[in-house]
């Protein structure tokens, strides 16, 4: 089993990594998951689980930093 700090930030980067593709080349994202008529839309959903990504990772390792990588990740309060 994972450590919660080890997962908030894989799933962090997973995050980050994945919502910054369709900004930075809208092509070969749409490579990958066809082509989309709303580019805009793409590019702005990836920059939310971008900011989402980001956040992650840089959470505190004590336990209120986890709760929030948690609430983060999960998109819960």
Do not use: C, I
């Amino acid at each position: 089993m994972a450590r919660p700090l080890t997962a908030a930030r894989a799933q962090g980067l997973f995050n980050l990594v994945g919502g910054l593709r369709p900004v930075v080349s809208l092509r070969t994202f749409e490579r990958v998951y066809g082509a989309e008529t709303e580019g805009w839309l793409q590019k702005t959903s990836g920059a939310l689980l971008a900011s989402a990504g980001l956040s992650m990772p840089m959470a505190d390792p004590g336990p209120e930093g986890l709760r929030h990588a948690r609430r983060t990740g999960s998109a819960r309060r």
